[in-house]
């Protein structure tokens, strides 16, 4: 399938600072882009989603930005809070081949 | 059912041995995918289904792996002659459209070879 990059790997910020994770694609069919949460032993679920019809999207503390000339998205999250540390997988979807996703990032909150 | 089921939700089974993973996505939706994590790490895609077609079998890591997914519903992902390697859980998601819109995930099989 499609490969979408995602860094870093891992994250580790201050309690109260934000945290940015950044994905890139290169299909250029790609027209949808979420994001989703994986805590510890619980399945994936979907936080935010972006279409490439819109360069930005909040909802509470966290943002996601998508800019289609360079094929990149970003997810923004803000005043972190202990219960935001997961895994953060981006995706992208569109074209033939389904959703695919990047390799995941675990986000730690340090008190 | 209200969202995807996955069964069972823990197989322990003996090097050698060929398991029968089942998926029953959401109904309706159209698009399934299976996919692979092994512990502390990312979702390794493993095969989509859009309808009973598989346009994407690529991430299948050997040929001891086959999926079929019958009368557009229910999926089952085989690994014949399982090894150690193939420890893992492995996730199934449905989607309504094309990797359109929001991807839902079963709880996983934690599959385990000794």
């Known amino acids: 399938g499609e490969n979408v990059e995602q860094h870093p790997s891992t994250l580790s910020v201050q309690e109260g600072d934000s945290a940015v994770i950044k994905c890139t694609y290169s299909d250029s069919a790609s027209n949808y882009f979420p994001w989703y949460k994986q805590e510890l032993g619980k399945r994936p679920q979907l936080i935010i989603d972006?279409?490439?019809?819109?360069g930005e999207k909040k909802d509470q503390r966290i943002a996601v930005t998508l800019n289609k000339t360079a094929k990149h998205f970003s997810l923004h999250i803000t005043e972190t809070q202990p219960e935001d540390s997961a895994v953060y997988f981006c995706?992208?979807?569109?074209?033939?081949?389904?959703?695919?996703f990047g390799k995941g990032t675990h986000l730690i909150i340090q008190p | 059912g209200a969202g995807v089921s996955q069964s069972p939700s823990n197989k322990v089974t003996e090097k050698g041995k060929d398991v029968e993973l089942r998926c029953d996505p959401i109904s309706g939706h159209t698009a399934l995918y299976w996919y692979r994590q092994s512990l502390g790490q990312g979702l390794e895609f493993l095969i989509y289904?859009?309808?009973?077609?598989?346009?994407?079998k690529s991430g299948l890591p050997s040929d001891r792996f086959s999926a079929e997914r019958t009368g557009g519903s229910v999926s089952t992902l085989t690994i014949q002659r399982t090894q150690q390697e193939d420890s893992a859980v492995y996730l199934c998601?449905?989607?309504?459209?094309?990797?359109?819109?929001?991807?839902?995930f079963g709880q996983g099989t934690r599959l385990t070879v000794v």
């Open positions: 972006i279409r490439s019809n819109v």
């Open positions: 289904f859009q309808g009973n077609s598989a346009p994407d």
């Open positions: 998601a449905s989607t309504t459209q094309r990797g359109n819109t929001e991807a839902f």
């Open positions: 995706a992208r979807g569109g074209g033939a081949d389904g959703l695919t």
